[in-house]
């Protein structure tokens, strides 16, 4: 069934953003699954925010799922094939880099309204990206699940101290 299959990869997210949070980088994780690779989908990238380690502003959960994904796949148009599952709702950059891959499905489990502190560029996440995608005719549609084991990724995030310094770790 497709829910139990999501609420499985979703745990490996959430364990992502986990293993970002005893690293000292914000607790958002991200796994990509190729639903080719096995019967049920095989995880073929995963990431967590890696932002303040590598100094690299583009270094979030999704980018790092997806450039794992990308090299294990050998190609990005097997991207298109995927599903992407994330702790936490994209912010716009990664929407971008979602919709300009054409990730036909990703699955979220907290909102972006859930992280202390933010503020989304232009009022817009992946479900604002999502809505304008697919109503473009010449841009692959993007199915977006929401909420799927929120309270557990609330959980994480607010247990993260977000008041430590950006230099930290």
Do not use: K
């Amino acid at each position: 069934m497709q829910q139990d299959r999501d609420a499985a990869f979703m745990g490996l997210a959430l364990a992502q953003s986990e293993r970002a949070a005893a690293r000292g980088q914000t607790p958002f994780g991200a796994v990509v699954v190729d639903p080719e690779g096995a019967p049920g989908g095989l995880v073929v990238g995963e990431g967590h925010n890696q932002v303040r380690a590598d100094r690299d502003p583009s270094a979030h959960s999704e980018v790092m799922a997806l450039r794992a994904a990308w090299r294990r796949l050998g190609s990005a148009a097997a991207l298109r094939r995927c599903t992407l599952y994330t702790n936490c709702e994209p912010c716009l950059m990664c929407s971008t880099v979602i919709a300009q891959f054409g990730i036909p499905r990703v699955v979220v489990a907290a909102r972006a309204s859930d992280v202390p502190g933010s503020r989304p560029v232009l009022g817009l996440g992946l479900p604002g990206v999502a809505a304008w995608q697919n109503r473009q005719p010449d841009w692959p549609a993007v199915e977006v699940v929401q909420d799927l084991r929120r309270e557990e990724a609330v959980r994480i995030i607010r247990a993260f101290p977000w008041e430590a310094p950006w230099d930290a770790a």
